[in-house]
């Protein structure tokens, strides 16, 4: 069983060959706040944000909005020796869209209340 | 996990609530791959994997032969948010594997 | 969908003039900094000028050019910092960072020989406020303003396309062709080969009713309990 998943439109392909359109908004603001929770509770602790364009930041996580922007203060660049021109910003503000991975601390990952809440969003859904 | 409730597969996300705390193979945009247990996932493929073992492959063209030299780089990350707008396709770990 | 940084040459007003500001679309200015320069990748800086910020984007307009003159679109800035450091760069200010128009690398270094400034290839953006203490007022307002800008993707490309069959990949493949995503590029492997037609057309019911309504009201519950 493998799933094959593509954002590059609001529609579901069906094996008939009919697409139907949906505009789910109401979905997302129930499932993006699984994430956008257990950010709020990271608040405080070291993270490593990974960018798409492969810059990685280390810093304290300040805050983190509805769409998984990320405010981070006393950062550092991973690879400075590629990245001198960011070398110790103090605040940096990095867009949701841009990230790619959060390396988690194993201290705010609590497996058991993760699966809890994933269970209880997808059954909902 | 018993429940027939909770095991019915009724659409694709179903398939994904039944690898909660397996291991599960994650294929990313711009070759990189993916292993680790799933702890939590939502709509957007958004996910928090466990033990994660990522591999990016590139390839790069030798100046001199302009052969193709692919390289592969490993590494490990203990627990990783990993945002699903660069995911392409999520397998359960293989039967077989 | 990112724009990158452009190059403004019309201006709104006499005199040094201001930017063309879209108020019909619900644009507004946000603040106006006098005194800032700005620096483009590793460029030398630019000055004088003058810091414009809307809700939409970001203007440096030079105080003697009338013709001179940048802006780039909050959406195009995947980040922003606060940089006081001085190995970093000599004077503290905001640097940001821009995502420029998704291009073929290859296409791109065809062309790019020429000495000439290409816009839409700049990634690092720097402003330097003549006078350092007002760097913590102007990163909270990029940050405002950031947020005010999600991205469209966020909302609009919400859903996946759930592939059940593979003789969905092809025509997926030429769809997905000119979109920012894509992501079947290379369908050769027929996964997800299962024909569950019946599994595709129970989704289609599950979408069109109403329990996605529900979700929400439990999800703000989770919320709650989570947080108490």
Same mark, same amino acid.
């Given at each position: 069983?493998?799933?094959?998943? #593509? ?5 579901? !392909? ?11 908004? @109401?979905?997302?603001? %129930? ?16 993270? *490593? ?10 810093? *304290? ?22 990245? =001198?021109? $960011? ?12 990230? +790619? ?25 | $996990? %018993? ?28 070759? +990189?791959?993916?292993? %680790? ?9 958004? $996910? ?26 490993? +590494? ?22 | 969908?990112?724009?990158?940084? +452009? ?12 930017? !063309? ?19 483009? %990748?590793?460029?030398? =800086?630019?000055?004088?000028? *003058? ?31 606060? #940089? ?23 296409? &791109? ?40 800008? =999600? ?12 592939? @059940? ?18 992501? @079947?590029?290379?369908? *050769? ?12 057309? #129970? &989704? ?14 439990? $999800? ?9």
């Amino acid at each position: 069983m493998v799933l094959l998943s #593509s954002h590059a439109s609001a529609t579901f !392909v069906f094996g008939f060959g009919f697409r139907f359109e949906i505009n789910l908004m @109401f979905v997302l603001l %129930g499932f993006v706040q699984l994430f956008f929770s257990y950010f709020k509770d990271l608040v405080g602790r070291e993270v *490593t944000v990974e960018l798409k364009n492969d810059l990685a930041i280390r810093g *304290t996580l300040h805050s983190v909005d509805q769409y998984l922007n990320i405010k981070l203060e006393n950062t550092r660049v991973v690879d400075q020796d590629k990245y =001198p021109h $960011m070398l110790s910003v103090r605040n940096c503000f990095i867009r949701g869209s841009v990230v +790619r991975y959060v390396q988690l601390p194993p201290e705010g990952v609590d497996v058991e209340l993760l699966h809890d809440a994933t269970r209880r969003e997808a059954r909902g859904g | $996990m %018993g429940s027939e409730e909770e095991s019915a597969v009724k659409e694709p996300l179903d398939l994904i609530r039944l690898s909660l705390d397996e291991r599960i193979y994650v294929k990313l945009r711009h070759d +990189r791959e993916l292993r %680790g247990k799933l702890h939590a996932y939502d709509q957007h493929l958004n $996910m928090i994997l466990g033990d994660v073992e990522e591999i990016v492959t590139s390839v790069e063209i030798d100046d001199e032969t302009y052969e193709e030299i692919v390289r592969t780089t490993r +590494r490990t990350i203990p627990f990783l948010f990993v945002r699903g707008d660069g995911v392409i396709l999520v397998s359960p770990p293989l039967r077989t594997a | 969908m990112a724009t990158g940084l +452009r190059l403004v040459t019309e201006r709104a007003g006499n005199g040094v003039g201001k930017p !063309v500001i879209d108020t019909d679309n619900g644009e507004e200015l946000m603040l106006v900094h006098p005194g800032v320069s700005i620096v483009l %990748g590793n460029r030398p =800086p630019e000055f004088p000028g *003058t810091l414009y910020i809307s809700n939409k984007q970001i203007w440096w307009l030079s105080d003697t050019d009338r013709a001179k003159g940048y802006a780039v679109d909050f959406l195009s800035v995947s980040l922003h910092a606060v #940089s006081r450091d001085p190995e970093a760069y000599p004077s503290p200010c905001i640097f940001t960072q821009i995502e420029t128009p998704a291009v073929d690398d290859e296409l &791109v270094d065809s062309d790019s020989e020429s000495e000439t400034l290409n816009l839409s290839k700049i990634t690092q953006m720097r402003l330097v406020p003549s006078d350092p203490s007002q760097l913590n007022m102007l990163f909270a307002i990029f940050c405002q303003c950031a947020e005010l800008n =999600p991205d469209p993707t966020e909302e609009e490309e919400s859903v996946h396309n759930w592939i @059940f069959s593979a003789d969905q990949l092809e025509d997926e493949d030429e769809e997905d062709e000119d979109s920012e995503w894509p992501v @079947f590029q290379n369908p *050769t492997h027929p996964i997800g080969a299962n024909g569950n037609h019946d599994l595709a057309h #129970s &989704v289609f019911q599950l979408q069109i009713n109403d329990q996605r309504f529900e979700d929400a009201e439990e $999800m703000e519950q989770y919320d709650k309990n989570g947080h108490q």
